[in-house]
């Protein structure tokens, strides 16, 4: 507990129902965890005379926090704020500015008298930090120990800030897939032109994703196969568009690919960067730079590859923290192999056979934590994250 903080005592909600409170809305919190993810699942609500006046969750990467959200609900219901008394929080907010500026001024501008928490921050870094800024205030800060352990609510942030991967930075990456129903990541020959595995509704989702992520990561071969462009179209968010980063060893991204063509309108793209081996072909990386792309050498593998490790340190000195990986079979089976995968996202779309190395053998025996299933049209889709593996 942060010093000079006090338990949950009684006034206009007592320690049962803030309990209580924090168990509901730490569970409708955890509905957004793959969407949230490497970010906790908070859920924050507004009390006012004793009743909840507004509830707010974390729904996505970079979108508002918690309580900024139930400020936005409390808002809508009317009650006049001087009567907004107390903010009860799942996790203790944010003290300093990341996607989104800090919770605590939102907290102190709103004049909100207690804030009840139902867990610290692990990061030592931040932990206590703004529940100690919003006591030195006059805010009455409470926590209600063990009502929203972070080990219920979000594992998966505790492997984000656990010691060794905050000592050895690297992107939280989803790896997202279709499979046909017998596994393979290609349709069969015969599907017909421009049919894809999985289907219309999918495919909007994916520019949704695509939007929630600072970077796309892809191999040449999927470039050469597909020709895709990797924009980010509605419903997708394309004001902040994803870089294109493609790995590919020894330069064979060609340059009249639809990667390089101009996005079409309420469309957008991010910058396009080749990652090869260090002294890949000079004629190929000056075609490539004039094209438009950023061409960077590093390390090779042991297999001949451009070794992941650089590219994980290359990108996370980039700024990148939240990565989309597009690939086929080949690279993906690298990154889960490396243990470099944190969660996954598998359509399976309502196509039989198909081609191509199948990643059904990994997946029957791949310890999935937290796994989701749901339906999308005519696809079914599932999302897990995996444990942490370095
Ligand atoms: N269903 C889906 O979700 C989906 C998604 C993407 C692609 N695909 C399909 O997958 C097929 C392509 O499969 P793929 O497996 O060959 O494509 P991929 O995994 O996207 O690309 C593989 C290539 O990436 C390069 N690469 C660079 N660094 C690497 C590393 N460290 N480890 C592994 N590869 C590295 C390699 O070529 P160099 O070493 O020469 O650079 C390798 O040949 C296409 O038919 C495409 O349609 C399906």
Redesign the pocket.
Known sequence: MAGGMTQATTHSLDETHLRELLTELGEQARRFRFEAAPNPCVGAAVVAHGQVIGRGYHQFWGGAHAEIEAFAEAERSGVDPAHWDTLVVTLEPCSSTGKTPPCVDAILARGIKRVVVGALDPDPRHRGAGLRLLQDAGVEVEFVPNAAPLERLAPHFLRWTDVDRVRRPRPWTIAK???TRSGQ??PPANIGAGRW?SGPQSLKEVHVLRGRVDAIV?????VL??DPRFSVRPPGDPARPPLRVI????L?TPVTGRLFEQPGPGESAGAIHVLCQGGANAARHIALSEAGAQVTGLHA?E??????RDVQEWLWTRGVRRVLL???????S?YLEAGFVDQIRVYTGNVFGGR?ESLAPWLATAKLEERGDREVGEDSVFEAFLPYAE
């Open positions: 897939w279709a499979q990541l290609s595995i892809t191999g040449v071969t999927t196969a597909d790995l590919d060893s020894y064979r593998s297999e001949d590859h451009v070794a992941l597009e690939a086929g079979p080949q690279l993906l690298r191509g």
